[in-house]
């Protein structure tokens, strides 16, 4: 008999998938299976519905529009869709980009190809504490600076830092500010409507949902290139 036991403290990089969560998805792999864009018969129909409802539940959470949400397949593609999305888009907003220095890979990994397209890229620090210091950002900005990212939380040490300032400073200067919020959402209470974000990154596995589903919140009037060219689904942005 194998008496081993072990003990996961790695929820912060994915949780298991919760049974209330499993129970409500399982129907719609056999029986509710149909195409929700195909909504020309009963199957779609209902798949259609449910997707809808599901929009208006992530919605919920964030305190945002249903149609301010886009599903996407992880927070990887929504950082992806978020920051080359809305740059491609607004090519005219500037070439200057300002970051913190301790995001996820799916935002520090477009960095690169974004500086061979003529982008600059100018990095944050944060203190001993993890924290991002507002006025630091605040120093960074130029005229032509074009977008602003700073993580809502740490996955590592779990600091959430202050979006509010940081994304006032932004409204004030007309940039765009982007969070990736994989690590918050579900954590700690987000209401878009008081905070002053304009993409956020929502992630189900880091929330007891299912791995493969991942959530872009869009503010209404902001436009973004579409990443992954197919059919109309998601609003046509994906």
Known sequence: MNTERSIYFDHQSTTPV????????LPYFSESYGNPSSFIHKQGVVAGEALDKAREQVAALI?????EIIFTSSATESNNLAVKGYLQANADKGRHIVASAIEH???????????????EIIFVACDNYGMVDPEAVKKALRDDTAMIIVQTASSEIGTIQNIADIGKLAGE?????????????GNVPIDVGALPVDSLTL???????????????????????????????EFGLR
């Open 173 to 185: 200067r007309g940039i765009f500010f982007h969070s990736d919020a994989a690590i918050a959402g």
């Open 203 to 233: 992630s189900a596995h880091n929330m007891y949902g299912p791995k493969g589903v991942g959530a872009l919140y869009l503010r209404s009037g902001h436009r973004l290139k579409c990443q992954l060219d197919g059919g109309m689904q």
């Open 105 to 119: 890979y799916s935002i520090l990994n477009q960095f690169p190809a974004l500086r061979e397209s003529g982008y």
């Open 18 to 25: 919760d049974k209330r969560v499993l129970d409500h998805m």
């Open 63 to 67: 305190k945002s529009k249903s149609d």
